[in-house]
């Protein structure tokens, strides 16, 4: 059977997740600074996080990504900073620890992993 070809809208579509998840992580510090509603944007990006995480690791399998163990062991990372920050609601230094700590590991993923990604994606 044939290996289908992946549109340019699945690129474009995983990058707009990904800013789509930054927004959410900068909205969660700004609760966690400001003494907003941490738990629900806690809950929030932690469930658009999962389900991007789903959709990107079927996308990786559909295409057969060679390099798809490290990259979900990245995001298996990051759901592990999204529970440290729901373990230490109410303690407002260790959840701002916690989010800064997400945001960087998030943001080298996205420069390093995806961008591995999105090349392969366009070189198929």
Do not use: C
Not at 67 to 76: A, Q
Not at 96 to 124: P, Y
């Amino acid at each position: 059977m044939e290996q289908p070809h992946p549109s340019v809208s699945d690129s474009q579509t995983v990058d707009h997740e990904h800013q789509v998840q930054l927004h959410l992580m900068q909205a969660l510090t700004a609760a966690i600074d400001q003494g907003g509603d941490v738990e629900g944007m806690l809950a929030q990006l932690a469930d658009y996080s999962r389900a991007h995480f789903l959709s990107e690791e079927l996308l990786m399998r559909l295409y057969a990504y060679p390099e798809y163990d490290d990259h979900v062991l990245d995001h298996e990372k990051m759901t592990e900073w999204l529970d440290e920050i729901a373990a230490n609601v109410g303690e407002r230094a260790a959840m701002r620890h916690a989010a800064g700590e997400l945001t960087a590991v998030f943001r080298r993923h996205i420069d390093s992993r995806d961008h591995m990604l999105h090349d392969f994606l366009n070189r198929l």
